[in-house]
């Protein structure tokens, strides 16, 4: 079965890589009409950038290489269910389809905080432990208004 | 006040880098010490990149010029809340702080999916409109035992 082969390379990234000293255990990629257009795996601690989770970079990759910001006929491969960052991610990139085999507990259970993060992002902000804080609505919202009425935009 | 001054940085950036169709109105600033160490804006349609939002953008930047993964003496300031991705970014990132001035609601006003991608991140994956399905679990699970036994790992 084709999903197979992609979620086994998607695993042995997520080993190979961790194996390496790149980061955590979480490899990922993503297919186009049956070939890998993009692989990802987790470089947090090796490139300083705690946003290079697996799905992210591969995520990035795929956009890179097929020139468009639209993932919408890919499907996603990843070692482990994305947390809440690269879940919104999958969203924002439009893919339509993933394929997970750890779960957001699996991954808590080795010390990742991705239950947490489920939790966290679902609250109202002030329930949160992160501290948020709103200011200047006002002027920003004439940001917006720019963007409404900016017949140059591009939608996304 | 000295918050004020970085949020309408932040403002600043949503309005001229959108104005140069750099993207959407979003712009952001990461400060440590009082002093501004990354900014950020919007860059999805011009750099073909649907995961850089003004937020991951000046994350990805404070982390490269302070060289870490943790940015737990910062503070970011965005011209708008941040969406689910970028909220989880700035808690993998460590940062204990934010002020933000336009509301997902806001942002939805416009045309952008925040207030959506709230509620589908807190669904359980069966109730996504996103299809997720789970499969080899227990070979992905071999790299996570591989994890918990490596000396040598950079928790995060």
Excluded at 33 to 58: F, L, M, Q
Excluded at 131 to 141: G, H, S
């Amino acid at each position: 079965m084709r999903n197979l082969r992609f979620m086994r390379e998607a695993i042995r990234l997520s080993m190979r890589k961790m194996q390496q000293g790149k980061g955590g255990p979480f490899g990922a990629v993503v297919v186009c009409n049956g070939k890998v257009v993009g692989r990802g795996w987790n470089k947090v601690t090796s490139a300083n950038d705690p946003t290079a989770h697996a799905e992210i970079v591969a995520i990035r990759e795929a956009c890179r290489k097929l020139n468009t910001f639209r993932l919408d006929r890919c499907v996603l491969y990843t070692s482990c269910e994305p947390c809440p960052m690269c879940l919104a991610a999958i969203y924002w990139a439009r893919i339509p389809k993933v394929y997970y085999a750890n779960t957001r507990r699996d991954a808590a259970r080795i010390g990742f905080d991705d239950a947490f993060l489920y939790r966290e992002v679902a609250r109202p902000a002030a329930r949160r432990k992160l501290a948020m804080r709103q200011c200047l609505r006002a002027e920003a919202l004439a940001a917006f208004r720019l963007w409404e009425s900016n017949p140059n935009k591009i939608p996304y």
